[in-house]
């Protein structure tokens, strides 16, 4: 049997090839809380939008991707923060007087909203 490092590649023109039955039970064993499949599909996207991300050995990325999944709290069930592989976010709530605090802060004269209608102007 060729090792798992050898065999698991990742083509831009069809995706994950050399990924076993045996080895997604295996990573769903060691990360019960990470959705693999649904992992897998988010790391085909990942490498399609980065292009010079290529690696050379995809099976320790898999690895590694779960890992994080895992320690940010799995892809399965509530957790307090977000789980992704790409690190995780704390979600703050906003009271009404701070939104409209940044709402007037946004709009008064030199603002954010009139520097990017500046900007957009320039294009």
Known sequence: MEPQHKRIQWLESGGWS???EHDVIHWSKC?????VDQELRAMDCWLQANPKQRKKNYARMIVNW???CA????STGYTPQRATCSGSYEQKRISKAEIE????????????VEQLRD???GL
């Open 18 to 20: 050399g990924i076993e």
């Open 31 to 35: 990360y019960p809380r990470v959705e």
């Open 66 to 68: 779960l890992a994080r």
């Open 71 to 74: 320690a940010a709290g799995g």
């Open 101 to 112: 605090a940044a709402v007037s802060e946004n709009t008064k004269e030199g603002g954010s």
């Open 119 to 121: 900007f957009r102007k």
